[in-house]
């Protein structure tokens, strides 16, 4: 593997987001959502889905004292054991919840045995804008929920207040179910993002302290457990972990999770065993999710070595967190076999298993990866958090080889599939991304029971808000790589990047119309004598590209969708343009659910009309990509967006006849179809919506 081509993310402070549409998310995040996601996870907002994170730590500080360290014994390794029988079979209740609402038992866990992650999401996003925007109230208030969270710690480190509220002898007893290593996972995100951010070791000791627990108990030594995160992202954090630290053994905690992962005899099926929840009747290696009860292997991606998968299968937030781990190893032990696999991956998911917004997973059954080409559009699922989570796949695969299809699925996921997860007030959340929505259906229809055609205040399952905070805080963290001669613009996003090469200080300084106009400047300052390379992506939907015909003291190649530019680039200023026609797309055939169907899409921004703008039965309408979209400036509430009006046809209800008649030719009517970008639908009204939209007959 080339070391020349693999690249980093620049440090937390080195980006300063200027203006424009990413400017105004991230400071709707600070402003709006860091305020209301705290409200909400300290059970604050009145009609609200209760969280009951904050007053979970609460009660685990106080079990903490008093309980202390004499009962705590160790399911395996490094000290006491617990007696088997002490440690009782079977699975601990998943989901918990008060009778009374309004009056919850103050030392009892309630909500999922996950729920301590939104408050490390909170914290992690909290970071990210304390290191674009150094604000002291802001750090105060982190430090004193650090504080909570560190006095919620076991004397040996460990950190979950789900075990600690319930049984703290059952902790790592059913890895692969109760999520006490997810939990370490993002502690350990928030705790590298909060000291890369304010220099603060608080959180991180804790993120130590829980791992180096964590390595008394699991790894390849005899006497520790075998085992492998039921819900992956350990693995990125611990690479996370040791690039801040340096620490070789969290290099190998997260190294060994992913050679253990699929190899026998499956941890999983010994877990369940000694559990008693094993079911030999069923096929353990089924991918089809009709078993019922028992979930395969796939489900969590363990059903082969991780290095030999080809197919995106599973969940399908802990899959692409899976393969961000994987990609982020084949990096740093430049392991040719796992980026292959991660090469493999990619191209299953992006070539046969994505939404055109770029929403992933097929099927509610299982928040899954669906088989190839099955994406249905009102059943979707395309959790929020999944692509968030392929975003850090997509940027971790732009580090492994520049090449901008990586750069560009990353883009459909800024602007569509994540984004549409929050309303345009910051306050109302999708954890269930559609592409075809009819309320009624969704209401009335046990199959689309995940479907909501409005965003809620919170959600019971709140991994969603937090994971879309803490990715547009860091926006600037997915615009740029680089490394000692090369420097990466992968996105167009208005800002300051102070970044070397060769040693050498320079400052670029981006002015970008995106999502809404390509028109683009750069500027270059700094050392003069500063030489290397400088590559700035050419969008994959951009037909005819305007860019730069010279650069003084350097020379122009073009080169895996990049525009490159070597030598000396400092004093350069460069104007690009990325016109930004709207254009009608089709699916690939074997997408049955799409057939005879277009979308629009223009620049990154895919669309979509609402029956705010259309009226009721959208079923109805028909749209005909030969005709020209007229494009306007315009507006979804406050929200400035560039509107499209597509032309068409609306079909007229037949007034005669009963529920089947003899075929007679629809009437129709013309009808100027006004599309708006998809993360933008659901502010006005709770109504129907579509994505895809039938060609209609010229
Ligand atoms: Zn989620």
């Known amino acids: 593997m080339d070391d020349q081509m693999m690249t980093r993310p620049l440090p937390l402070g080195s980006i300063r987001l200027t203006d424009g549409f990413w400017k105004e998310k991230a400071d709707l995040v600070r402003r709006e959502v860091i305020p209301y996601q705290w409200a909400t996870i300290s059970d604050q907002v009145e009609g609200a889905v209760k969280s009951y994170c904050i007053h979970n730590f609460r009660a685990a500080a106080r079990q903490v004292k008093k309980r202390g360290p004499a009962e705590l014994c160790q399911s395996s390794g490094g000290g006491k054991r617990c007696p088997e029988d002490e440690v009782p079979a079977g699975q601990q209740v998943f989901e918990r919840w008060p009778e009374d609402p309004a009056h919850p038992d103050r030392d009892t866990f309630y909500g999922f045995p996950f729920q301590d992650t939104d408050c490390y999401k909170w914290i992690e996003a909290c970071a990210y804008c304390y290191a674009s925007s150094p604000d002291e109230k802001l750090k105060e208030h982190v430090e004193s929920v650090i504080s909570l969270v560190s006095s919620a710690r076991e004397a040996d480190g460990y950190l979950d207040t789900f075990y600690t509220l319930t049984d703290i002898r059952k902790r790592f007893t059913d890895l692969r179910s109760f999520h006490e290593l997810y939990c370490f996972g993002h502690l350990t995100e928030a705790a590298a993002a909060w000291y890369e951010a304010s220099g603060s070791e608080s959180l991180l000791d804790c993120a130590r302290g829980f791992a180096d627990c964590i390595i008394a108990h699991i790894g390849p030594e005899e006497g520790r457990l075998h085992g492998v995160p039921g819900h992956e992202i350990a693995e990125m954090a611990l690479a996370r972990l040791y690039e801040v630290t340096n620490v070789k053994k969290y290099h190998d905690l997260g190294r060994y999770f992913l050679d253990q992962r699929g190899t026998e005899p499956n941890f999983f099926r010994l877990e369940s065993e000694r559990n008693h929840t094993f079911n030999s009747s069923v096929r353990v290696d089924s991918l089809d999710g009709k078993t019922g009860e028992f979930i395969p292997y796939s489900y969590q991606q363990a059903h082969m070595p991780v290095a030999q998968q080809s197919e995106a299968v599973g969940h399908a ?382």
């Open 317 to 698: 937030v802990r899959a692409v967190y899976l393969y961000s781990g994987m990609a982020d190893y084949a990096r740093m032990d430049k392991d040719k076999a796992l980026k292959d696999a991660c090469r493999r991956l990619w191209e299953n998911i992006t070539r046969r298993k994505m939404y055109v917004t770029g929403g992933l997973g097929g099927t509610h059954i299982g928040e899954a990866f669906s088989f190839e080409y099955d994406l249905p559009n009102d059943t979707a699922y395309a959790e929020t958090c999944a692509s968030v989570g392929m975003a850090f796949f997509a940027r971790r695969m732009s580090q492994l080889e520049p090449d901008s299809e990586y750069a560009d699925v990353l883009e459909r996921e800024m602007y569509n599939g994540i984004l549409s997860g929050i309303s345009l007030d910051g306050k109302h959340f999708f954890y269930v991304n559609p592409l075809d929505v009819w309320p009624l259906a969704d209401r009335s229809d046990q199959r689309k029971s995940h479907v909501f055609s409005s965003r809620r205040k919170w959600l019971g399952c709140a991994c969603c808000p937090p994971n879309l905070a803490r990715f547009v805080s860091s926006i600037g963290q997915y615009a740029y790589t680089g490394n000692e001669e090369s420097f990466y613009v992968h996105q167009y996003i208005s800002s300051e990047a102070d970044f070397c090469l060769g040693g050498k200080k320079l400052v670029m300084k981006v002015e970008s119309g995106f999502p809404y106009s390509g028109k683009v400047r750069v500027t270059l300052d700094g050392d003069p004598s500063a030489e290397g390379k400088i590559a700035f992506r050419i969008p994959g939907w951009c037909r005819q590209p305007v860019l730069p015909l010279k650069a003084d003291g350097c020379s122009i190649t073009l080169s895996h969708g990049y525009f490159e530019l070597t030598g000396r680039p400092a004093g350069l200023s460069l104007s690009f343009d990325f016109p930004m026609e709207a254009v009608f797309l089709k699916a690939d055939e074997r997408v049955r659910e799409d057939i005879g169907m277009v979308a629009l899409l223009r620049g990154p921004l895919v669309y979509c009309t609402e029956e705010a703008d259309m009226g009721p039965d959208l079923h109805l309408i028909r749209i005909d990509p030969g005709k020209p979209v007229r494009c306007e400036e315009g507006k979804v509430l406050d929200e400035k967006v560039v509107l499209l009006e597509a032309q068409g046809s609306r079909i007229l209800p037949d007034e005669d006849g009963g529920l089947y008649r003899i075929y007679s030719k629809p009437k129709i009517r013309k009808a100027t179809v006004r599309m708006i970008p998809y993360y933008t639908w659901a502010n006005r009204m709770d109504n129907e919506m579509k994505v895809w939209i039938p060609e209609a007959e010229s």
